[in-house]
C-alpha cells in the first residue's frame, strides 16, 4: 500500500508541476490543436505530425519536448475523426472504422452529436492507455532486465514478423520482406562490436548508419505527399456540426462498450509495430458482434463510432507501454516518438526508468493532461479546425514536403540526410504502390541494432551454439511463437487446415420449434 500510495503522491506531483507551468501548458494546448488540424487533413497523420515536431524540439529541454510531442501525438490520432464523420473522408487510417458509422450519423443531422461522442470516447480511450502504462511499464522492465542476448534478439525478430504478419494487405510474406529491408538498412554503418564497416561503399557519412529521423521521414512523409499530389484529392460535401456537446446518458449507457474497446485498443497497442488503425477495425468487428443492434453497423450506430474512437486512443497507451519497458514501438507514431527520445538522450528499455527516475510517471502525466486537452479543444474549436479543410491540398502538401526537408536538414545540420531521405522516400512509395507495407520496414530499421548486436554477443558467448535458446523460458516461448507464426502462413498449414475442416466439420446447431 505504501509503494501505491508513494506513487500516486509523484503522480499527482508531475501534475502539478505541468499545471502550474503556464509555458508548459501552453504548448500542450497548442501542440494538441496541431496535431487535430494534421489528423484531420488527409494525407497527414499523426506520424507525420511527430516527426516534424520532433525536429523543432532539437533546442528545447527533454521535459518540455515531451509535452509538445505527446499532444501532437494525442491530437493527431483523434483528429481523423473530423473529416471521417463529416465528409466520410477519414484523415488518418485509425479513423477509418468511424467514418463506417461516423457519415450516415451526419447524414441524418447528427454530426455534432457524433463529433461529441467520439471526443469524449477519445478522452477516456486515452485516460484508460495511461492507467495500463503508468500499471504495466514497469513491471515489464523489471522483467526485461532478467533478458540476456538472445532474449533480445528474438523480441526484435517477433516485432519485426508480427508486424508483417499483421499489416500486410494480402500477402504476409511482404510484410516480412519490408521487415528484412529494414533490418539490412539497419545494418549499414561500421558494427557495433568490432567497428567493422558494412555496406558503406567508402562513404564516411554511413560510418555511422542511417540517421533514423530522415529515414521515418522519408518513409512517412514522402509517400504520403505523393499519392495525395497524384490523387488530386478534392473534398466532398460537408455536413453541417451543429451542437457538439456530448450526451453523458449516453456515454453511461455506453460503459461496456468503452471499457471493452479500450481494452482491446490497450492489447493490440502493445504489439509491436500495428497501429491505431488495427486498433479500430478489430473494436469495430466487436461492438458489432456484442451489440443488440449489430446487424444495423453501417448504418449510423453511435456504439460503432465510440467503440473505434476508444480504442484509437487507448492504442497510444498500449504502443507506449513496450516503447517504454523495452525499446520497441507498438505503432508508427510511437517508431518516431522513439526517434524523438533518442533524440533528447533517452535510451527507451529496461534501464530507462533507471538512468531517469520518474520518468514513467512524467509521460503518463502528460497523456492524462492530453486527453483533457483534446476534449476541450474537440468540444469548443471543431468549428473552426475543419476550416483549414478549405485550404487547397496542392497548396498544403508542398508546405508539408519543404518542412520534411528542414525537419531532416535540421538534425546535425547535414545535406547528406537530404540525401538519405528521398532515396527512403521514393522506395516506400513504390514498395506501399506494391502493397508492401511500411510499418515492417520501419520496425526493422529501429530494431535492426538490437537484433543484430545481441544475436553477434549471445553468438560470442555461447561460442556459435544455439542450444541456449532452447534452455531459457522466455527465449523458447519467443521462438516457439515466430517458428509457429510463420508456419501458420505456409500453403502447407493451409492445406491442413483445410483437410481438418473437411475430416472434422463443424455441426449445425439445431433450433428448436
Not at 503522480?11 to 484531420?40: C, H, K, Q, T
Not at 509538445?68 to 473529416?83: D, E, F, N, Q, R
Not at 456504439?303 to 492504442?315: R, S
Request: hydrophobic share 50%; glycine share 12%.
Amino acid at each position: 500500500m505504501e509503494m501505491i500510495f508513494g506513487t500516486l503522491q509523484s503522480f499527482f506531483i508531475e501534475i502539478g508541476m505541468l499545471l502550474i507551468n503556464p509555458g508548459a501548458m501552453l504548448l500542450l494546448f497548442a501542440s494538441v490543436i496541431m496535431g487535430i488540424i494534421f489528423g484531420a487533413t488527409p494525407g497527414l497523420t499523426a506520424t507525420l505530425g511527430v516527426a516534424l515536431l520532433t525536429t523543432l524540439t532539437y533546442g528545447m529541454s527533454p521535459a518540455t519536448a515531451m509535452v509538445a510531442l505527446m499532444g501532437i501525438y494525442v491530437g493527431g490520432v483523434y483528429g481523423g475523426s473530423y473529416t471521417a464523420i463529416l465528409v466520410n473522408i477519414p484523415g488518418t487510417a485509425a479513423a477509418a472504422a468511424t467514418a463506417m458509422d461516423g457519415y450516415p450519423l451526419a447524414k441524418k443531422g447528427k454530426a455534432g452529436m457524433a463529433l461529441g461522442l467520439t471526443t469524449t470516447a477519445s478522452a477516456i480511450g486515452t485516460f484508460i492507455g495511461m492507467i495500463f502504462v503508468v500499471s504495466f511499464s514497469p513491471l515489464i522492465s523489471s522483467l526485461a532486465l532478467e533478458f540476456t542476448s538472445f532474449e533480445f534478439f528474438l523480441l526484435a525478430l517477433f516485432g519485426i514478423v508480427i508486424s508483417g504478419t499483421l499489416t500486410s494487405q494480402d500477402l504476409a510474406f511482404k510484410g516480412w520482406i519490408a521487415g528484412f529491408i529494414g533490418l539490412w538498412m539497419a545494418s549499414i554503418g561500421r558494427e557495433k562490436l568490432q567497428t567493422f564497416p558494412r555496406f558503406t561503399f567508402g562513404f564516411s557519412e554511413l560510418d555511422s548508419g542511417l540517421d533514423l529521423v530522415p529515414v521515418l521521414i522519408g518513409a512517412f512523409g514522402i509517400p504520403q505527399i505523393m499519392q495525395t499530389l497524384r490523387d488530386d484529392f478534392k473534398y466532398g460535401e460537408m455536413a453541417d456540426v451543429g451542437k457538439i456537446l456530448p450526451s453523458w446518458r449516453k456515454i453511461g449507457k455506453n460503459f461496456k462498450n468503452i471499457l471493452r474497446s479500450a481494452l482491446i485498443g490497450v492489447g493490440i497497442g502493445a504489439v509491436p509495430g500495428i497501429g491505431e488503425d488495427i486498433a479500430g477495425w478489430v473494436s469495430y468487428g466487436t461492438a458489432k458482434k456484442f451489440s443488440k443492434d449489430g446487424d444495423k453497423f453501417g448504418t449510423g450506430v453511435e456504439e460503432a463510432v465510440i467503440a473505434t474512437e476508444t480504442a484509437n486512443n487507448a492504442c497510444i497507451g498500449g504502443a507506449m507501454i513496450p516503447l517504454l519497458s523495452l525499446g520497441v514501438p507498438g505503432s508508427p507514431p510511437a517508431a518516431m516518438l522513439l526517434g524523438a527520445l533518442l533524440l533528447h538522450g533517452f535510451n527507451p528499455g529496461p534501464m530507462l526508468n533507471i538512468d531517469h527516475p520518474g520518468f514513467y510517471l512524467q509521460i503518463t502525466a502528460i497523456l492524462l493532461l492530453a486527453s483533457i486537452c483534446m476534449w476541450i479543444c474537440g468540444i469548443l474549436l471543431a468549428k473552426q479546425v475543419i476550416k483549414v479543410l478549405k485550404i487547397p491540398i496542392s497548396l498544403f502538401m508542398p508546405v508539408i514536403g519543404v518542412l520534411c526537408i528542414i525537419g531532416s536538414y535540421a538534425l546535425g545540420t547535414r545535406i547528406f540526410n537530404l540525401y538519405l531521405m528521398f532515396p527512403v522516400g521514393i522506395m516506400a512509395y513504390f514498395l506501399t504502390e506494391m502493397k508492401y507495407p511500411i510499418a515492417p520496414l520501419v520496425i526493422g530499421v529501429i530494431l535492426g541494432g538490437m537484433a543484430d548486436t545481441n544475436l553477434r554477443r549471445a553468438l560470442m558467448v555461447s561460442k556459435g551454439s544455439f542450444l541456449p535458446v532452447l534452455t531459457r523460458p522466455v527465449a523458447l516461448i519467443l521462438f516457439l511463437v515466430i517458428v509457429i507464426m510463420v508456419f501458420s502462413q505456409t500453403p502447407l498449414y493451409k492445406r491442413m487446415a483445410d483437410w481438418m475442416k473437411a475430416k472434422f466439420p463443424k455441426k449445425e446447431k439445431q433450433t428448436s420449434k
